[in-house]
């Protein structure tokens, strides 16, 4: 856990803060003037994001590292922040893994974990630091999906999977707390350029167009937003237009890894 010494309030926490998505959405919620608590398993790099923030925007920045994939560690968080006291006006559960591998090659952990960081954790902080935002009439939830939300995707079963969760949950929970004060919303990033989605540049879209897109998304009123024209062009088409099983299976031919390389098995996994 690293602090710095000014008394903190408010502030907004960005989970997975420390690299790609997450970080670019730090940086814009900084440049409005709010304080930040960032997360993620490594401290160095939290430390560092941290220092840059403060240097550049000069807000408060926190940092408690934690590995959110683990049982009782968005409880672990929200005690901290108690500690700290502080008040959480903006929540972007914002950290997660991709997981690329056909299900029949096992990988039961790594799956496990996968569905504990990127579905359960959010559902779970989620329900942890609503209820105060509710009882103040103020706050946000930012839940990054995925277009991969919006249809199942083979070789990233997984992965889409929990991102439809994502997706569904955060519209529920939009739908319940409308009239509230509170702002609930789910925003689906397509290919973005980031440590978890390495190699060419070609068709994908930067992390701070990311970013753009949850500032914009905060000032309106939609329960789900999707980043970039052509990737909500495309979560319509394979999400509204086609039936499941047919995105499923145009997804089995576009995904599947090449018979000729060591490819065919795991190609990439991350937790
Ligand atoms: N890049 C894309 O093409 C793309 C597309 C659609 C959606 N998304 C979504 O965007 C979000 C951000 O991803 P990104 O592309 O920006 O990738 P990224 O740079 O790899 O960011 C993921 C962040 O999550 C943190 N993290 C990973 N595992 C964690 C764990 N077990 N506990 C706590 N923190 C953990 C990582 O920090 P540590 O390693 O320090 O823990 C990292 O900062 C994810 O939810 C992802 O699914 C990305």
Same mark, same amino acid.
Do not use: C
């Given at each position: 856990m690293e602090k710095n010494t000014h008394s903190t309030r408010r502030a907004a926490v960005v989970t997975g803060a420390a690299s790609g998505i997450g970080?670019?959405? $730090?940086?814009?919620?900084?440049?409005?003037?709010?304080?930040?608590?960032?997360?993620?398993?490594?401290?160095?790099?939290?430390?560092?994001?941290?220092?840059?923030?403060?240097?550049?925007?000069?807000?408060?920045?926190?940092?408690?590292?934690?590995?959110?994939?683990?049982?009782?560690?968005?409880?672990?968080?929200?005690?901290?922040?108690?500690?700290?006291?502080?008040?959480?006006?903006?929540?972007?559960?914002? $950290?997660?893994?991709?997981?690329?591998?056909?299900?029949?090659?096992?990988?039961?952990?790594?799956?496990?974990?996968?569905?504990?960081?990127?579905?359960?954790?959010?559902?779970?902080?989620?329900?942890?630091?609503?209820?105060?935002?509710?009882?103040?009439?103020?706050?946000?939830?930012?839940?990054?999906?995925?277009?991969?939300?919006?249809?199942?995707?083979?070789?990233?079963?997984?992965?889409? $999977?929990?991102?439809?969760?994502?997706?569904?949950?955060?519209?529920?929970?939009? $739908?319940?707390?409308r009239g509230t004060g509170v702002r609930v919303v789910a925003v689906s990033p397509g290919p973005t350029r980031t440590p978890m989605n390495p190699g060419p540049r070609r068709g994908k879209r930067s992390p701070e167009s990311v970013a753009d897109t949850v500032v914009s998304a905060l000032r309106r009123s939609s329960p789900a937003v999707v980043d970039g024209r052509m990737n909500a062009l495309q979560t319509f088409v394979f999400g509204r237009l086609l039936p499941a099983w047919t995105t499923a299976r145009i997804s089995e031919r576009a995904l599947r890894p090449s018979a000729a390389g060591g490819d065919r098995r795991r190609s990439a996994a991350r937790t």
């Open positions: 970080a670019a959405i $730090a940086d814009r919620l900084a440049g409005q003037g709010r304080n930040l608590v960032l997360t993620g398993r490594d401290a160095g790099r939290l430390q560092a994001t941290a220092a840059r923030l403060r240097g550049t925007h000069g807000v408060t920045v926190l940092s408690f590292p934690l590995d959110l994939s683990q049982a009782g560690a968005p409880s672990r968080l929200v005690q901290w922040l108690a500690q700290e006291a502080v008040e959480v006006d903006v929540l972007v559960n914002n $950290a997660g893994a991709s997981l690329r591998a056909p299900v029949a090659d096992g990988n039961a952990s790594q799956v496990r974990a996968l569905v504990d960081l990127n579905a359960s954790a959010v559902a779970e902080l989620t329900a942890l630091l609503l209820p105060e935002m509710v009882a103040r009439r103020d706050g946000a939830v930012v839940n990054i999906a995925s277009t991969g939300a919006y249809a199942p995707a083979a070789y990233l079963a997984a992965y889409a $999977a929990s991102k439809a969760f994502v997706l569904s949950f955060t519209q529920a929970v939009w $739908a319940e707390t």
